[in-house]
Antibody, heavy 120, light 110 residues
Framework: QALLVQSGSELRKPGASVKVSCKAS????????MNWMRQAPGQGLEWMGW????????TYAQGFTGRFVFSLDKSVSTAYLQINSLTAEDTAVYYC?????????????WGQGTLVTVSS | QSALTQPASLSGSPGQSITISCTGT?????????VSWYQQHPGKAPKLMIY???NRPSGISNRFSGSKSGNTASLTISGLQAEDEADYYC??????????FGGGTKLTVL
């Protein structure tokens, strides 16, 4: 049974950085890429991109280039999302998610979400 | 890239069937059989209900079904139940090798 557990809520001031973690268990970490999604308060889901957990190569969606960084620590089966130069518009719940066995281009398993609040 | 188009809200009575549409273009919905649907209850993570247009993950009720015609995909929920009240999002693979979500549909069970 795959499980993705994300780090807890974060409060940051504008201009600061934040790093969200997503620890995977119950499956071979490097077998499935890790996707990241954003959901602003009261808004819909946005696909931010994904990271190849085998090679570490990231792919960023339009609108998520420059300040957003996907990374990995394969030794602890954990993916990370770092956001730099935070603004109030980055306030959102961030989710990690992976495809499942036999499933293409759909997120079978999701983390519980991490709320990032940016406020002075 | 704009989001896929979904109705903002829909409602139905218990026992009825409802269909949520998801309209894209030939570069996403119409071009690939990689349309998926998610259910999201307030304060919870999304849950995959349908993948690859019409496949249900294990554990998902057969009251949920998916289809596609041209650039429009659809999610049908039959035998509507109170627990089906939630937000629903479609998603599609795109020609840019990205995923794209719809704006979401709020389903109310009357």
């Amino acid at each position: 049974q795959a499980l993705l557990v994300q780090s807890g809520s974060e409060l940051r001031k504008p201009g600061a950085s934040v790093k969200v973690s997503c620890k995977a268990s119950g499956y071979s970490f490097t077998y499935y890429g890790m996707n990241w999604m954003r959901q602003a308060p009261g808004q819909g889901l946005e696909w931010m991109g994904w990271i190849n957990t085998n090679t570490g190569d990231p792919t960023y969606a339009q609108g998520f280039t420059g300040r957003f960084v996907f990374s990995l620590d394969k030794s602890v089966s954990t993916a990370y999302l770092q956001i730099n130069s935070l603004t109030a518009e980055d306030t959102a719940v961030y989710y990690c998610a992976r495809e499942g066995s036999g499933i293409t281009a759909a997120a079978r398993d999701w983390g519980q979400g991490t709320l990032v609040t940016v406020s002075s | 890239q704009s989001a896929l188009t979904q109705p903002a809200s829909l409602s139905g009575s218990p026992g009825q069937s409802i269909t949520i549409s998801c309209t894209g273009t030939s570069s996403d919905v119409g071009g690939y059989n990689y349309v998926s649907w998610y259910q999201q209850h307030p304060g919870k993570a999304p849950k995959l209900m349908i993948y690859e247009v019409n496949n249900r993950p294990s554990g998902i009720s057969n009251r949920f079904s998916g289809s596609k015609s041209g650039n429009t995909a659809s999610l049908t929920i039959s035998g509507l139940q109170a627990e089906d009240e939630a937000d629903y999002y479609c998603s599609s693979y795109t020609s840019m090798s990205t995923w794209m979500f719809g704006g979401g549909t709020k389903l109310t069970v009357l």
